[in-house]
C-alpha cells in the first residue's frame, strides 16, 4: 500500500539511521489502514470468486437476494481473479481454469437477432443474463457500455495470462475471437432511422438495442454523447481489429459536447457527471495518467485529474452538506448509481423529504440527486485518485455501521443515515431507528471498483497488465490519444 509522503520520507530517514534489523514500526494508523485495505480486498475478492457461478460465468447482478446476472459484474469478476493470484487468495492454475470457463461459455453463448433463448446479438451481450442457462432476462437490452465492461475483463485475461500452456493460449485465443466478433459500426446512430434524444448524430454510438422494437429491432433514443462512463466504449470500438469506428464517431458522439460539461463545483474545475461511476468505469482498465485527448491537451490535465477532481468536489459537498442531511461529514460522504430505501415521502429536519429507489444519485453544478443515501463505492472505486480522503472514508464507513454495512462480502451497497423510519417496510434494505436504513445486497457493479481500482493503486496491476493490449493502445492512438505510457508502448 502507498503511504503518504510525509510518512514515507519519516520511514526512510528512520531506515538510513537505524541499524539493520532494528527497524521502527511502522505508525498506528498505517498499520490499521493496510490492515483495512487488505481485509476489503480479501472479502471483496471472495464475493466474486463465491457467488459467480464456475461453469456459467454468471455473476450474479446482487447478492444474496441473486435474480440474474450482470454481464458488466462479469467483466469485473474476470479481472479480480487475477487479483487473487497475485495476493495469493488463489493459484494461477485455478484462475486460469476459472477463466477458460469463461472464455468458453461467452464464445459459445447463443447470438441472434431473436427476443428470447439467445445470449446477444452481432457480437453484443444483453445486459442481464438469466442465471439458469445464461440466455437474455425479460426485456433487458442488448447493451453497449454493459458489453464494453465484459470486454475490459475478457481483454484483462488476454493479456494476463500469457504463458505458454494450453490453459493460457486457449484463454487468448477465445478473448480474441469474442473481442473480434463484435461488429460496432452496428450500432452506430446512422443505422437508426429514430433521432437521439440527446444529441448524439451522425457515427455515434448507441446505448443499446431492443430486438423486438419495429422491424429489425430499435436502438432506443439515447447514445454515448458527452462525458460519461462511455469512454471506454469508443476506445474498444475504436481498437477493434475487425469492425473498428473511425475518429469521427468519437467526435460526433462522446467528445461532441465536452466543453458543455465543463465546470467547477465547490472550487475544482473538471469534466463534471453527477454520480461517480461515470468517472471511475473507464478507469478501472485504462490508465490514463500522462495520456491526453485533443480536449485534454487544451485543458492542461488529463482524464485521471478530472476525476481526481470529481472525487474532491464530491467529498467537498459532504462536508458542505448544503440540503442537511443526517450523518454526512468529511469521512462519510459518496455518490453514485445505488439502492434506496424506496419511493417515500417524509418529514425530515422540519422539511418534507422524497426519498429514492434505485438511482444514479450524485452532484454536480447543474444537478444535485441526493436523498440522504451514501454509497461506499462511490469512494471505494475513486480510491487510486485521492486515497487520503477515500480509504480514510471507507474506514469510517465500516467503524460506524459495522457488520450491518460490512459483511462477509464487504460493503454493502448504500445506507441513508436520515431514513429512521422503521414503519416504511424498506423492501430494498433494514431500518433502524437511530442509524437509518442499510442496504440488503451487495451489487456486482460496487465490488468490481472497489476491488480493482484498490489493487490499482496498491500494484498498478490491471493498469499495467492493460497498457500492453494492442487493442486498447490501437483504440487510444486511432481517437487521438498521446503522451505518456501510450507514446512508449510497442506499435
Known amino acids: 500500500m502507498r503511504l503518504p509522503f510525509a510518512l514515507l520520507a519519516a520511514a526512510t530517514l528512520a531506515g538510513c539511521m537505524a541499524p539493520a534489523g532494528d ?50 459484474a462479469t467483466g469485473f469478476a474476470m479481472s479480480a481473479y487475477a487479483v487473487g493470484v497475485e495476493r495469493g487468495y488463489v493459484s494461477r492454475a485455478e484462475a486460469a481454469q476459472r477463466t477458460l470457463r469463461c472464455v468458453e461459455f461467452y464464445h459459445d453463448a447463443p447470438q441472434g437477432p431473436q427476443t428470447s433463448g439467445v445470449s446477444g446479438h452481432k457480437g453484443f ?27 475490459g475483463g475478457i481483454l484483462f485475461a488476454q493479456a494476463y495470462f500469457d504463458r505458454d500452456d494450453p490453459t493460457e493460449r486457449r484463454i487468448r485465443e477465445l478473448a480474441e475471437a469474442i473481442y473480434a466478433r463484435v461488429d460496432w459500426t452496428f450500432v452506430q446512430r446512422e443505422n437508426s432511422g ?19 422494437r419495429g422491424q429489425g429491432g430499435d436502438f432506443g433514443t439515447h447514445d454515448w454523447v458527452g462525458y460519461n462512463e462511455g469512454m471506454l466504449v469508443y476506445i474498444l470500438a475504436a481498437g477493434s481489429p ?20 465543463w465546470g467547477s463545483y465547490y472550487g475544482q474545475e473538471h469534466l463534471t457527471f453527477e454520480p461517480l461511476f461515470g468517472h471511475q468505469y473507464s478507469h478501472v482498465w485504462v490508465d490514463f495518467r500522462g495520456i491526453q485527448d485533443e480536449f485534454m491537451r487544451g485543458k492542461g490535465i488529463d482524464y485521471f485529474e478530472n476525476s481526481r477532481r470529481a472525487t474532491l468536489s464530491q467529498r467537498a459537498y459532504g462536508i458542505d452538506n448544503p440540503n442537511g442531511w443526517a450523518g454526512y461529514s468529511s469521512d462519510i460522504w459518496g455518490w453514485t448509481a445505488s439502492d434506496g430505501p424506496g419511493g417515500f415521502k417524509r418529514m425530515v429536519g422540519g422539511k418534507e423529504r422524497q426519498f429514492m429507489g434505485y438511482a444514479a444519485r450524485g452532484v454536480s453544478p447543474d444537478r444535485i440527486v441526493d436523498d440522504g443515501t451514501v454509497v461506499p463505492t462511490a469512494a471505494g472505486g475513486s480510491i487510486p485518485f485521492a486515497p487520503e480522503i477515500t480509504i480514510p472514508a471507507l474506514m469510517a464507513m465500516k467503524a460506524r455501521y459495522g457488520e ?22 424498506s423492501r430494498s434494505g433494514t431500518v433502524d431507528a ?55 508502448a510497442a506499435r
Not at 429514430?194 to 423486438?212: H, L, T
Request: glycine share 8%; hydrophobic share 35%; with cysteine.
Open 242 to 261: 475487425t469492425h473498428p469506428i473511425s475518429k469521427e464517431a468519437w467526435e460526433t458522439g462522446w467528445a461532441a459536447n465536452l466543453e458543455k460539461d
Open 125 to 151: 451481450f444483453y445486459h442481464f443474463l438469466r442465471n439458469d442457462d445464461g440466455t437474455r432476462h425479460g426485456k433487458t437490452e442488448l447493451s453497449t457500455v454493459d458489453t464494453t465492461l465484459l470486454l
Open 194 to 212: 429514430i433521432p437521439s434524444a440527446n444529441g448524439g448524430s451522425g457515427k455515434a454510438i448507441a446505448m443499446g438495442w431492443y430486438p423486438e
Open 404 to 425: 450491518r454495512l460490512y459483511t462477509r462480502y464487504g460493503f454493502k451497497d448504500a445506507f441513508n443515515p436520515s431514513f429512521t423510519f422503521t414503519d416504511a417496510g
Open 23 to 72: 527497524m521502527p514500526p511502522p505508525p498506528p494508523q498505517a498499520s490499521a489502514q493496510a490492515a483495512f485495505v487488505e481485509d476489503l480486498s480479501r472479502r471483496t475478492f471472495d464475493y466474486f470468486w463465491q457467488t459467480t457461478d464456475p461453469e456459467k460465468c454468471l455473476a450474479p447482478d446482487r447478492w444474496p437476494s441473486n435474480p440474474f446476472s450482470s454481464i458488466a
Open 434 to 488: 437511530q442509524a437509518g436504513w442499510i442496504a440488503r445486497d451487495h451489487l456486482g457493479i460496487d465490488q468490481g471498483p472497489i476491488l480493482l481500482m484498490l489493487e490499482n493503486h496498491r500494484s498498478d496491476l490491471i493498469w499495467k497488465t492493460m497498457r500492453k493490449s494492442p487493442h486498447i493502445v490501437r483504440g487510444l492512438r486511432r481517437l487521438g490519444f498521446s503522451g505518456g505510457w501510450l507514446d512508449e
